[in-house]
């Protein structure tokens, strides 16, 4: 079974220096049947306008991943960590018992695009930690990258959940297979472009979770980057 959640039926909000949308509930967006997707929590797609973005906040108990489309954000947080995260770079941040952080768009002329993710760890309470990594274009070209995962395998980096994160970037009409273990379900994102998965049309901003469906199919109908989520 496949349900296919629309980009049109995402939560908007617009702040002006904030465009963004949100796939599940979260902040002033609030529907009761998109509370998450087993252990993911949040999909949010930010376009932030230069030379601005989120002042110090809290987190705690969530697992936060961090994936540019386009443009830097600069990152800053009281586990002494700082960088620039560019398309490429894959960020996780677990905030455990409690981490405080700051984003911001790190050009003065240029917007920055970016899908932010929120995963349930499996155990709460667990120390702070912060990880970053880059994950080439050809690594990701026609074929499924592992970048985040429970077990750091393959150069991944590790969350604190029982959820493997891929990448892919397709041509139109390449395909690219999936195997889902039973027990297990799937969320395929699409941040750009267009693909059909198992025959259904996906579109920029489009999601679809997935259930009792062995093999996964994702062939591009045009240029696309996904991320697949397979989750306990």
Do not use: C
């Not at 677990?94 to 995963?119: K, Y």
């Not at 667990?126 to 080439?136: A, L, N, V």
Request: hydrophobic share 35%; glycine share 10%; aromatic share 8%.
């Amino acid at each position: 079974m496949i349900y296919v959640r629309k980009s049109s039926e995402r939560g908007h909000l617009d702040h002006g220096w904030l465009d963004t949308y949100h796939t599940f509930s979260f902040d002033q967006y609030y529907d009761p049947q998109f509370m998450g997707y087993r252990s993911l929590r949040v999909i949010n797609e930010d376009r932030v306008a230069a030379a601005r973005g989120f002042p110090t906040h809290p987190h705690r108990d969530m697992e936060i991943i961090t994936y540019i489309l386009a443009g830097a954000l600069a990152h800053r947080d009281s586990m002494g960590n700082g960088s620039v995260i560019r398309p490429g770079d894959v960020q996780r941040m677990s905030a455990g018992t409690g981490v405080r952080h700051s984003e911001a768009n790190a050009s003065e002329s240029e917007p920055v695009h970016l899908l932010q993710i929120w995963i349930v760890p499996e155990a709460r309470g667990i120390e702070p930690g912060y990880e970053q990594k880059r994950f080439d274009d050809e690594e990701k070209r026609g074929r499924l990258r592992l970048v985040a995962s429970r077990d750091a395998r393959g150069g991944s980096v590790k969350i604190h959940q029982d959820a493997d994160v891929y990448a892919g970037l397709l041509e139109p009409s390449q395909a690219l297979t999936h195997e889902l273990a039973a027990g297990r379900g799937a969320w395929l994102q699409v941040a750009r472009g267009a693909v059909e998965l198992n025959g259904q049309r996906l579109e920029q901003g489009d999601g679809a979770a997935v259930e009792d469906e062995g093999r996964l199919e994702i062939v591009g109908t045009e240029a696309a980057e996904v991320l697949l989520f397979d989750l306990k």
